[in-house]
């Protein structure tokens, strides 16, 4: 094979991923304004589901302008030789192959995150603010941009550079320390994501004595779940959209729940959402998807050990010389429908774990307010209850609400 045709088989996956996407969305579109079901009729009031109607369309047009730009703009960066371009204003700084790696990615991801700002911007200050969700503050919204590049260069950049190390000294089986490396750090973030990560963000106060943190205490003890941390997190900060969340494995354990979702439900809700998120404990879920995410980076970066030393990968994109950046932006590229494939397969185990949650907490607490506080929180959303099965099958993680509804009452 030539790296022209390489070249092209990139561009047709690019394409075919795109073509595929928007008819997808086109399908998912025209079911914006279907009839709600009697189940979940009464979710919104009319003048509720005019503004989710609205708030769907929107979106969407909106999601059409930033999809085809981003692929106009990775189409002409592959066309121009844009990789290259970048490639040469790394090499003029230094020749080692981990700095030239660290400034051409720091360029590529900076660049980019600049160039899709005002498309952030307008989405948060301008349609989430249309609809009341948006309480982001312009500082908050720079600030966090500023840490999203610190955080990005730090953990980032040692983890790439690292890779790149192992693959100077041990060149193929550079994969197997590369693996170590990232298992090691998903389980440490897993473990300390809420303690070291999220106070840089948002801030996480303990749940206040009273009777919300009595009921959760008497639910955990009741299904055997030690539950001594639980934490409130401010995400009022930035969107009236609520959330819960578990974190941590051990000692570490705790249960984060964002102050919107106490505002929104009430105790007993609450405990219901937490019953659904014991079960995922209760039944493994969590593990599974840990343990899942590692062996699937184990068999990419197996791959990716295979081919990236290739000469035609890199030549492929325009750069003469063989590198290992080049070489592991083109395999991201070629590798893009498998990824594609393994994300299905886990949207498939997600939504199977989903049922099983809610069982769990149908069983273990009530039904009912775990339905009421998916209603709640699909209102308060503005939440699309009529998706497209194909929208559903390529990119929920979670049953529809009418599914989830159907099952906790069955």
């Known amino acids: 094979m030539t790296s022209t045709a390489l070249f092209y088989i990139i561009i047709a996956i690019l394409i075919i991923n795109f073509l595929i996407d928007k008819i997808i969305n086109a399908l998912n579109a025209k079911h914006f304004n279907d009839v709600l079901p009697e189940d979940i009729k009464d979710v919104y009031d009319d003048d509720d589901y005019k503004k989710s109607q609205k708030y769907k369309a929107t979106n969407y047009k909106f999601g059409i302008i930033t999809s085809l730009f981003s692929f106009f703009l990775t189409l002409g960066f592959l066309f121009f030789d844009g990789f290259e371009f970048v490639d040469n204003i790394a090499r003029s700084y230094s020749d080692h192959p981990i700095i030239v790696a660290l400034i051409f990615f720091g360029i590529i991801m900076i660049g980019s995150d600049i160039i899709t700002t005002p498309f952030s911007y307008y989405g948060t200050f301008v349609i989430e603010e249309k609809f009341g969700f948006n309480k982001t503050t312009v500082k908050t919204f720079i600030l966090d941009k500023i840490k999203g590049w610190f955080m990005m260069a730090i953990l980032g950049g040692g983890i790439l550079a690292l890779i790149i190390w192992f693959y100077q000294v041990t060149e193929n089986h550079f994969w197997l320390y590369a693996w170590g490396l990232i298992a090691t750090f998903t389980l440490f973030m897993n473990m300390f994501y809420s303690k070291l990560i999220v106070p840089l963000f948002n801030k996480q106060t303990p749940l206040e004595a009273g009777s919300l943190r009595d009921k959760i ?42 102050d919107t979702l106490i505002k929104d439900l009430d105790d007993e809700e609450i405990v219901a959402v937490l019953a659904h998120e014991v079960g995922h404990y209760k039944r493994k ?82 039904a009912e307010p775990l339905i009421t506080s998916l209603k709640k929180l699909s209102k308060n959303s503005l939440s699309n209850l009529t998706p497209h099965p194909a929208f559903v099958f390529m990119h929920y993680s979670h049953p529809t609400l009418l599914e989830r509804i159907k099952n906790l009452r069955s």
């Open 217 to 258: 205490s008497e639910y955990a003890q009741n299904v055997g779940f030690k539950l001594d941390k639980i934490f409130v997190i401010d995400g009022s900060k930035r969107s009236t959209k609520a959330n819960a969340y578990f974190s941590g494995f051990g000692s570490e354990k705790r249960v984060t729940l964002y």
């Open 285 to 366: 879920h969590i593990i599974f998807n840990l343990f899942a995410s590692i062996l699937l980076t184990g068999l990419t970066l197996y791959v990716l050990s295979l081919f990236v030393s290739n000469p035609l990968l890199s030549n492929a994109l325009g750069v003469e010389s063989a590198s290992f950046h080049i070489g592991l932006i083109a395999f991201g590229l070629l590798y893009a429908p498998i990824s594609e494939i393994t994300g299905l397969i886990m949207n498939v185990f997600s939504r199977k774990f989903e049922y099983q949650a809610d069982d769990y907490a149908k069983n273990t607490y009530k």
